[in-house]
C-alpha cells in the first residue's frame, strides 16, 4: 500500500517491489528484502475514511487483498477442490499463434509483434465485469467481490514468481452494464456480450476493438504489455475459460464449470499464460510434445501426451502451482 495506506519506508531499505497497482494511491509489494529475502507485505488496517476517499478500483483492491486473509479463505485454499488434477477440458487456446523455430523451413511464419509478447516488465490488465439485464446474467456484490479477489490472487503468483522478470501488473476495472439476454441472436456466444460491452466503453465491435482498448491501455497506464479480461455469469460461453496464445483478450465464466469459485485464481493465470505465448500441456487439448512455442521458440516438451511420465508439475499442465521449465520459455524466461 502506498500514501495514506503504507507503512514509512526507512531511506536506508531497499524498496519492495511493486506486484500490482489499483489507481494512485493503493499498491501490493511482495515486501521489502529481510536478510536479502523477500518477505510478504503485512495488510494493513484501513480506516473507514480511507477507504471512502479511494477510487471504486482502488477500494476493490483493498478489499480483495482483505478477504483473501480472512479464515474462510484461507481454508477454502489450503484444502482446494481438484488440488492437483491435470485439467480436463477440451483446449482452452484456440487459434495459437507460434513464433518460428531457428532453423526449421517447416516453422509458422512469425507472428506480428503484438500487446502480449512475452510476461517480462509492466503490463495492463483490463478487467471488464460483464452484468447483463437480468439476475440470471449478472453478479451479486459477493460475487464480484470473490472474482476480484481470485484474480488478484493469481495476478500476484505470476508477478511474483520470476523476480528477475520484474512483472508488475497495473488495474484497469470496468463494470459494464448491457441490455443484451443471454439467448439474444448473436454471431457466437461471445459476440453476444463482448461487443455491447465494448460499445460501452467506446469501442468498435469485434478484436478491432479490443485491440484499442489495449492500445488505450497500455499508452494510458504506460506499460509494455496490456491485455483483458471479459468476466460473464450466466451468459452461455463456448468454454469456461479461453484465451488465444499471445492475446489480446480472455474469456471466463465465474461457475468456472467443474473446477468452482475457489479455482478462478489459478484458470485465470492458466489462462495467461496463453495470452503470454503457452500452449496447453495436458492431455485433454489434444498436445503433442513438438512445435515452435513463444519468445524462444520452445517446444512443447511437458505435454503429458507425450513426456516420461505424463510431465511433471505446471499450471499449463494441471491445477497446481508449479511451473515446468518449458513453460518458463515459453513466458519469455531464458
Not at 465465474?254 to 489459478?266: E, L, S, T
Amino acid at each position: 500500500m502506498t500514501g495514506a495506506l503504507g507503512a514509512a519506508v526507512t531511506p536506508e531499505a531497499a524498496p519492495a517491489r511493486v506486484l500490482q497497482r489499483f489507481g494512485d494511491r493503493v499498491e501490493i509489494r511482495l515486501g521489502a528484502p529481510v536478510d536479502g529475502i523477500s518477505v510478504p507485505s503485512v495488510v494493513p488496517e484501513v480506516s473507514e475514511a480511507v477507504m471512502a476517499s479511494l477510487s471504486v478500483t482502488e477500494r476493490l483492491g483493498v478489499e480483495a487483498l482483505l478477504l483473501r486473509s480472512t479464515p474462510d479463505y484461507v481454508a477454502g485454499k489450503v484444502n482446494r477442490v481438484r488440488a492437483g488434477e491435470a485439467w480436463d477440458m477440451p483446449s482452452c487456446a484456440p487459434a495459437p499463434a507460434q513464433s518460428p523455430q531457428a532453423g526449421s523451413a517447416s516453422a509458422p511464419a512469425p507472428v506480428a509483434a503484438g500487446t502480449s509478447d512475452y510476461l517480462v516488465g509492466t503490463v495492463a490488465l483490463g478487467l471488464v465485469v460483464v452484468h447483463g439485464p437480468d439476475e440470471e446474467t449478472r453478479f451479486t456484490g459477493d460475487e464480484e467481490a470473490k472474482m476480484f479477489a481470485e484474480v488478484q490472487a493469481g495476478v500476484s503468483w505470476l508477478a511474483g514468481f520470476n523476480p528477475a522478470a520484474n512483472v508488475s501488473f497495473t488495474w484497469d476495472y470496468r463494470q459494464i452494464m448491457i441490455e443484451t439476454a443471454r439467448d439474444a441472436k448473436a454471431v457466437d456466444n461471445e459476440t453476444r456480450f463482448r461487443d455491447p460491452a465494448l460499445a460501452r466503453i467506446g469501442y468498435p465491435a469485434g478484436m478491432a476493438g479490443v485491440r484499442e482498448y489495449l492500445n488505450w491501455l497500455r499508452t494510458s497506464k504506460k506499460t509494455d504489455w496490456a491485455y483483458c479480461l471479459f468476466f460473464v455469469n450466466g451468459y452461455p460461453v463456448d468454454h469456461f475459460a479461453y484465451a488465444s496464445i499471445g492475446g489480446p483478450r480472455m474469456v471466463m465464466e465465474y461457475a468456472n464449470d467443474g473446477w468452482g469459485p475457489d479455482n478462478i485464481d489459478r484458470v485465470f493465470a492458466h489462462e495467461t499464460g496463453h495470452i503470454f505465448g503457452c500452449p496447453d500441456e495436458y492431455a485433454e487439448s489434444n498436445c503433442n510434445c513438438g512445435g515452435s512455442w513463444g519468445r524462444y521458440g520452445e517446444p512443447n516438451r511437458n505435454c503429458e501426451n507425450g513426456a516420461v511420465g505424463g510431465g511433471v508439475g505446471c499450471l499449463m499442465r494441471a491445477n497446481e502451482w508449479l511451473m515446468c521449465e518449458s513453460t518458463k520459455k515459453h513466458l519469455g524466461w531464458p
